[in-house]
């Protein structure tokens, strides 16, 4: 711990800004990636990363909320991510993706600056205080990501900022409002996040504080409404996010099963007789959505052991993402595992403060949810920063 002594915040932070925006332009430059290319003639299609940019591209011409102007509203992308890039996209059509790189490196650093902020409210000490930080700035993975226009950075940032509000200001009124607002800027986000404002209000049942619980929940829903209302508006069905359980849980299919290549679209044509509709990994219909769900839970009751094994995969592809191949799995058990393990060996030699068991619990249920839909995504990053304070 002696090097981590001589490091201080600050030194960290330009480090990992500066290597963030290194990878960032070396990933452009050396590997000529399809998905960030200059607009040319208007045509936005394909760039960017499963429909994101599209979305923002759109609103900035047309104010739509869709992958084109006048094409069919998008509803399984909750809106705050695209808001993010339409500012990229907004002020450059030849360098979009440049100052998109200045953003998602200016997030990446940001969670390395929450991280340590966390840790000094956790009472860490100084020293621990930077080595966990430092593995937040240099983790290969988060650094790779950099590069990503997805949500991840966003996502990440959010969840930890709003774990810090939680932990570090004291019992009021205040707090808990700002809490609920925060959890609906998480939702807006991603889907993922409807899972953060039922942990926290599990948390404060178990101590008790029912008002400040309830609390939580009702401004999640207040900060959420207006985009539920357009979903109503726009699709004439009450949904309260996003659509996208049923795309995603034949995706998750595909995903455990290497045989079972383009199932959604086979399942939906068997019982249809019609070529299924769907641009960026989602349907265009929501009700194509609605009954694709319906058929992957019939496929769940039917198939119970599949189910299961299914479930057990969906954990090990959580935590070491490997959709491009066995390459990747060795990376990412390479640079994951040694986390996890310190992780388990802390938390046995330790006490279980209840900061921890606060991590680990939404962390556990964060982990079923992903395991039974199968991730195809490392969406791992998202959760490696909070769980890195277990270390």
């Known amino acids: 711990m002696k090097f981590f002594s001589r490091v201080s915040i600050a030194q960290l932070i330009l480090l990992s800004f500066l290597i963030r925006i290194f990878i960032c332009l070396g990933y452009y430059f050396f590997f000529n990636p399809f998905e960030l290319k200059p607009i040319i003639n208007d045509d936005y299609q394909g760039l960017g990363t499963d429909g994101y940019f599209q979305i923002a591209r759109t609103l900035w011409l047309s104010g739509e909320y869709a992958f084109e102007v006048g094409g069919y509203p998008v509803h399984s992308r909750p809106p705050l991510h695209p808001f993010l890039l339409m500012i990229t996209s907004a002020w450059s059509e030849k360098y979009w993706f440049f100052l998109w790189f200045i953003v998602s490196s200016f997030l990446g650093t940001l969670s390395v600056y929450l991280v340590f902020k966390i840790t000094q409210v956790l009472n860490f000490s100084p020293q621990k205080s930077i080595f966990i930080a430092t593995i937040i700035a240099f983790h290969p993975y988060l650094l790779i990501i950099s590069r990503s226009t997805t949500f991840v950075h966003l996502g990440t940032v959010l969840l930890l900022i709003t774990f810090y509000v939680y932990w570090k200001f004291p019992e009021n009124l205040k707090k808990y409002i700002i809490l609920g607002f925060l959890c609906g800027l998480c939702l807006l986000t991603h889907g993922t996040f409807q899972i953060l404002p039922i942990t926290l209000f599990l948390f404060l049942l178990m101590k008790r504080n029912f008002f400040y619980a309830f609390l939580i929940l ?174």
């Open 218 to 391: 009702v401004f999640t829903i207040i900060t959420v409404l207006p985009w539920s209302i357009r979903n109503y508006l726009t699709f004439e069905k009450p949904f309260f996010l996003v659509t996208g359980m049923g795309m995603q849980y034949w995706k998750g299919e595909e995903s455990a099963f290497r045989g079972k290549v383009d199932i959604y679209r086979k399942v939906y044509e068997e019982n249809t007789g019609k070529p299924l509709k769907i641009a960026y990994f989602c349907t265009i219909d929501p009700g194509d959505d609605e009954l694709l769900w319906k058929l992957g839970l019939k496929n769940i009751i039917n198939n119970p052991i599949q189910a299961i094994q299914r479930f057990l995969y969906g954990i090990i592809i959580f935590l070491f993402p490997h959709e491009t191949g066995w390459q990747k799995f060795l990376f990412t058990f390479i640079v994951n595992f040694p986390i996890y393990f310190l992780i388990v060996k802390r938390l046995f030699q330790s006490s279980w403060d209840y900061w921890k068991k606060e991590i680990l619990i939404y962390f556990l249920l964060v982990l079923l949810a992903f395991a039974f839909f199968t991730p195809h995504a490392g969406y791992i990053v998202m959760f490696l920063p909070l769980i890195s304070l277990l270390i």
